[in-house]
């Protein structure tokens, strides 16, 4: 899902978005209830409306703010207290005033509030953290029936926590199967913990999560990160990368991520990649290194489109490899040719 925090994809139109077929894109509850105010968005007629996006949006519901904006929140058994980034202003995030604004935005996809845990935490604290994110989930299922949320062809999706404690995972992971959310997130990787302390958690909580409901990493992840992670079963993903490298000039190839910032590229008559069907490979990487040497907008719209278009891509070529029995070995080699590509181009840089 390319990110959309503040009700845009940072350099993309949502005619873009479609063509590059994006399926679904997130937005940020914390963010978009701050600015502009998801009443104002309600009078708008939702997300959607406001932002001229027709297709499917999810949306988080904040809980990851507590964590990447500790220094000010403090959490509660009622929920979040924040003091808002933008000018210090009090904001409070309980069970159901997510729902609520999520009901405001008219999401596809609403997202549970919880809590996430650090990176290294000790188990009393996330033991605190499991049960309360349980209780608040619970609470988010009772709010959303009483708004009526679900009964508009809404879905409420769960996340599961429990840091690096593999019996906390499994814990956090029955407890909200049992309560039959639409969907379930494997929340808290990815928070600083190693990469592969990172896939073992997502390997060890995702067996006990209902296969016949997607299944969702948050917040992730690389290329290959993603495709170890759709072997361990793993549906959806949504990640900023992809957008974010794109204005600091970087574009994904199957060999590695590179800087159309470096010289060699000044001359380079090809697109970006070979095989890539998205607008961007109409020009050149020396008219695209132009663009973002001159500090021209465009620059960052070819890459963003290559970036995104090369994310959805691997997601569909997946797709059509696990159907045809070949993802294994597909995945394998093609992991293998990526981190190559991007050693080789590590060492040159070095």
Excluded at 175 to 192: I, K, P, R, T, W
Excluded at 200 to 216: D, I, M, W
Aim: hydrophobic letters at 40%; glycine letters at 10%.
């Amino acid at each position: 899902m390319p990110v959309g925090t503040q009700g845009t994809v940072k350099g993309m139109t949502p005619a873009q978005l479609k063509e590059i077929e994006a399926q679904i894109i997130l937005g940020n509850t914390y963010h978009l209830n701050l600015r502009p105010g998801s009443e104002l968005i309600r009078e708008f007629g939702g997300l959607h409306a406001f932002m001229g996006w027709d297709g499917p949006i999810l949306t988080d519901s904040g809980g990851f703010q507590a964590f990447s904006l500790s220094k000010l929140s403090e959490v509660t058994e009622e929920g979040i207290d924040f003091r808002s980034h933008l000018d210090g202003s009090k904001v409070f995030l309980g069970p159901r005033e997510v729902m609520t604004i999520q009901s405001n935005l008219d999401s596809d996809i609403a997202m549970v509030i919880d809590e996430c845990p650090p990176w290294p935490c000790e188990k009393p604290e996330c033991v605190k953290a499991v049960e309360r994110t349980t209780r608040w989930a619970g609470r988010c299922l009772e709010a959303a029936r009483e708004l009526g949320f679900l009964e508009t062809g809404h879905h409420l999706f769960a996340i599961a926590q429990g840091s690096t404690f593999e019996d906390l995972r499994r814990r956090s992971a029955e407890e909200l199967a049992a309560m039959d959310f639409s969907g379930y997130a494997v929340g808290g990787v990815s928070v600083g913990e190693p990469e592969p302390e990172m896939l073992h958690q997502v390997g060890v909580t995702v067996p006990f999560l209902p296969e016949s409901k997607p299944r969702y990493t948050m917040g992730l992840g690389t290329p290959p990160q993603m495709l170890k992670m759709i072997a361990l079963g793993v549906d959806m993903f949504d990640c900023v990368l992809p957008s974010r490298v794109a204005r600091n000039g970087a574009f994904f190839t199957a060999d590695g991520m590179k800087n159309i910032r470096n010289a060699r590229f000044a001359r380079d008559s090809k697109p970006l990649t070979a095989d890539s069907t998205s607008y961007a490979s109409r020009f050149s990487r020396a008219y695209i290194r132009h663009l973002m040497t001159a500090k021209e907008m465009l620059g960052c719209t070819l890459l963003t489109i290559h970036n995104l278009h090369f994310y959805l891509d691997l997601m569909r070529e997946a797709r059509a490899r696990i159907e045809s029995g070949e993802f294994a070995n597909w995945s394998r080699d093609w992991i293998e040719r990526y981190e190559a590509g991007a050693a080789e181009i590590a060492v040159e840089a070095g």
